[in-house]
C-alpha cells in the first residue's frame, strides 16, 4: 500500500486552466503539507494543514488553495494556471517528526 | 527563520570510497536535522534524523551524519559509497514557525563512479 498517494502523476494543461491535484494518506498522520520544486531542484513549502490550522507560506500565491476534506486528504486547488507554476508538486505528512511524502504531481503549463 | 546550507552542488566520489556531503544550519534554539533522498523521478525518502542526544546518528542505508554544535553542521557521510548512491540529497531543518514543516536546503547531487 502507498503511504502518500498523489494523482495525477503529470498534468499538461494550457495557462489560465484551472486544475487540481489529489493526494491521501492512509499512515493516520495529523498534519499534511504541500511543496514545490522548481526545475532547479529547490523544494519550498507552500502549505502546512492539520484539521485545526493551515499555515500558508505567505510567499504563495492566493491562486493556489489547499482543501481537506477530512484528515486522510489534502488536496491542491490551483485556479488561473501560468507558465511559472510549471513545477513538481509534493504532498507529504507527518506525526511530529518525520515526513513521509507522495512521489509527485509534474505540472507543465503550455 | 529556521534554515539550512547545502555549499556543494555536486559531489563526486569513486565506488568504495568515503562519502561526505556538507550541510550546515543557522537555527534559533534547539536544531532538529535530518537528511532525504531523492532519486530522479521520485519522491523524497528518510534517511536519517537528529533531535537530541548522540552527536553521530546512523541511518538507513548504511548512512550515518555527525552533529557538530560548534561549527553549525550536520555533515552526511558513509564509509564506503555505491554506485546505487547516486542520487540527490537534501538536508533539512524543522520549522517550528511553519506547523513543523521542513525547511530543505538547495540538494547536492551525489555521482557515483564505479
Known amino acids: 500500500d502507498t503511504a502518500v498517494s498523489q494523482t495525477p502523476k503529470y498534468l499538461v494543461t494550457q495557462m489560465g486552466n484551472d486544475k487540481s491535484i489529489k493526494c491521501e494518506q492512509n499512515l493516520g498522520h495529523d498534519t499534511m503539507y504541500w511543496y514545490k520544486q522548481d526545475s532547479k531542484k529547490f523544494l519550498k513549502i507552500m502549505f502546512s494543514?492539520?484539521?485545526?490550522?493551515?499555515?500558508i507560506n505567505e510567499t504563495v500565491p492566493n491562486r493556489f488553495s489547499p482543501k481537506s476534506p477530512d484528515k486522510a486528504h489534502l488536496n491542491l486547488h490551483i485556479n488561473s494556471l501560468e507558465l511559472g507554476d510549471s513545477a513538481v508538486y509534493f504532498c507529504?505528512?507527518?506525526?511530529?517528526?518525520?515526513?513521509?511524502f507522495g512521489s509527485g504531481t509534474r505540472l507543465t503549463v503550455v | 527563520a529556521q534554515s539550512v546550507a547545502q555549499p556543494e552542488d555536486q559531489v563526486n566520489v569513486a565506488e568504495g570510497n568515503p562519502l561526505t556531503v556538507k550541510c550546515t544550519y543557522s537555527?534559533?534554539?534547539?536544531?532538529?536535522l535530518f537528511w532525504y533522498v531523492q532519486y530522479p523521478n521520485r519522491g523524497l525518502q528518510f534517511l536519517l534524523k537528529?533531535?537530541?542526544?548522540?552527536?553521530l546518528v546512523k541511518g538507513s542505508y548504511g548512512f550515518e551524519a555527525e552533529f557538530n554544535k560548534s561549527q553549525t553542521s550536520f555533515h552526511l557521510k558513509k564509509p564506503s559509497a555505491l554506485v546505487s548512491d547516486s542520487a540527490l540529497y537534501f538536508c533539512?531543518?524543522?520549522?517550528?514557525?511553519?506547523?513543523?514543516?521542513?525547511?530543505f536546503g538547495k540538494g547536492t547531487s551525489l555521482l557515483v563512479t564505479p
Open positions: 494543514y492539520n484539521n485545526k490550522e493551515l499555515i
Open positions: 533539512a531543518v524543522r520549522d517550528t514557525n511553519s506547523g513543523y514543516a521542513l525547511n
Open positions: 507529504a505528512s507527518s506525526s511530529p517528526g518525520i515526513l513521509t
Open positions: 537528529y533531535i537530541t542526544g548522540d552527536n
Open positions: 537555527v534559533s534554539g534547539n536544531p532538529y
